[in-house]
């Protein structure tokens, strides 16, 4: 079904719908795909195969009996092996987590994900416990990009950058703690949305740094982004960081477009430091969008800096045990940096925290009189696979880092964000720009990408690999 590859998951969930297509046809076609291609691009650790046939049984059984799977229906998705997938051990990237027993239940949003009427499909590589930008596992090997595999997918999220650029499949989950669902949408061409801190709940996942930890899907549309999203909304009191808000649907609101919003393109630390690539592009999406105004975040590179040593400190706090007892298991560079997180001051962190906090406010401030800041993804196309430093402003930097360098500081403190992906003629790799909004507005985050995508500004191409 080679149909299936170009399609998105709106258009899969229609057919099987109205019957044009069986689920079990269309996750056949995504399994046949997984398995030609995943040897080569490293995308997934685990094919949960029988439970994906099986589900699909399910729902062409539920058309038949004219019941409603839901707006996913039959449209294959996989998780970044940090989710809970029952009869899966959690990996988390790691090979200490090899030696857990299989988990009992599957996390929260995939039950969601499944309740409408999506199908598993498996459980996807990634960076060693969330913290890398690459897309380079020492255990697993890279997830490669597809759109060229000599070159990196972005990390933490790299098998799902993989997966869905590939076609393998039109959705995937990942974690995003400082960039790690908008560096791989960005390396690998993608809709990538970072939700709200709290709006999706963590439940049954494998955390990293909990008060930067968030879940959200990346897709190769807006619209899919949206009706995912929709999909795994609303309150979970396993999660203490879960917002106790109601449902608030996005995809309704996308044929609103973009008429009465102020869309302005951040400068300052948001204009420097990349290549000519990272700035171009965010230029042809503000003309794409008539957006004339600039706007500074202040203090960005003072609140990055307070994003890593919070990041450092919280997640030396999660493995200080694994450290002491099994250190000579963990990727070399992880571990590194989780013993260095781990002899921070603790008057660092405290003051890391106050300047969070002053930091916000003074941020949230702008959407007075904005709704909706442009700013570069990464400051790079894809590095090489192996890559250890590129030049910035005429400085050797380590790459590995350096690819969050527009993404921590708005992480840090929780702002929703699309990445889109743009394309240059006679260009190989694509680069992302951020969509950025106040708290609670992926609305509209997502109506912007959805008139850029309508308008043909952006795009999510399936990458051509060979004769796949």
């Known amino acids: 079904m080679r149909e299936f590859t170009s399609m998105t998951a709106a258009d899969i969930a229609a057919a099987v719908k109205t019957g044009t297509m069986k689920a079990r046809a269309v996750v056949e076609a995504s399994l046949a795909r997984t398995q030609a291609l995943n040897p080569a691009l490293g995308a997934f650790t685990a094919i949960t195969a029988d439970r994906a046939l099986s589900k699909a049984d399910s729902v062409d059984a539920d058309i038949a009996a004219g019941r409603d799977p839901g707006p996913l229906c039959g449209v294959p998705f996989a998780v970044k092996n940090l989710f809970d997938v029952k009869g899966v051990s959690t990996l988390a990237g790691s ?67 993989t997966a869905t650029a590939s076609g393998m499949v039109p959705i995937t989950l990942g974690s995003d703690t400082n960039g790690s669902i908008r560096v791989p949408s960005s390396l690998c061409g993608l809709f990538g949305l970072k939700p709200t801190y709290g709006r999706l709940p963590r439940a049954h996942t494998f955390p990293f740094v909990d008060s930067l930890d968030h879940l959200g899907p990346i897709a190769r549309s807006s619209a899919d982004l949206a009706l995912s999203y929709d999909a795994m909304q609303g309150p979970d009191p396993r999660d203490a960081a879960c917002a106790d808000r109601p449902v608030e649907p996005a995809a309704g609101e996308l044929r609103k477009g973009i008429g009465g919003l102020r869309i302005a393109t951040a400068g300052g630390y948001f204009a420097k430091g990349g290549l000519p690539e990272a700035f171009e592009a965010v230029q042809r999406i503000a003309a794409a969008l008539n957006a004339v105004k600039t706007v500074e975040i202040p203090d960005a590179q003072a609140a990055r800096g307070a994003a890593y040593i919070i990041t450092m400190a919280e997640g030396a706090s999660l493995h200080l045990d694994r450290l002491k007892t099994r250190h000579a298991d963990y990727d070399p560079d992880v571990r590194d940096r989780l013993f260095a997180g781990a002899m921070i001051p603790g008057g660092w962190v405290t003051k890391a925290q106050k300047l969070r906090r002053i930091y916000r406010e003074n941020v949230l401030k702008l959407f007075e009189d904005v709704d909706v800041i442009l700013a570069p993804a990464t400051p790079c196309r894809a590095p090489r696979i192996g890559q250890q430093t590129m030049v910035l402003d005429g400085v050797e930097m380590p790459v590995r880092p350096n690819l969050g360098l527009f993404t921590q500081p708005i992480s840090f403190i929780g702002l929703p964000v699309v990445s889109v992906p743009v394309w240059t003629e006679g260009e190989k790799l694509p680069i ?10 992926e609305d509209l985050v997502l109506r912007v990408a959805h008139h850029l995508e309508k308008a043909g500004a952006v795009r999510a191409p399936v990458a051509e690999i060979g004769g796949n």
């Open 95 to 161: 090979k200490i987590n090899r030696d857990l027993p299989p988990a009992k239940q599957d996390a929260t949003l995939i039950s969601r994900m499944e309740a409408a009427g999506a199908v598993l499909t498996g459980a996807l590589n990634m960076g060693e416990y969330a913290y890398d930008f690459t897309g380079q596992n020492a255990h697993d090997g890279p997830s490669r990009n597809p759109h060229d595999p000599n070159h990196m997918s972005g990390g933490s999220s790299g098998g799902s950058g």
């Open 432 to 441: 992302g720009v951020q969509l950025i909004a106040a708290p609670w507005r």
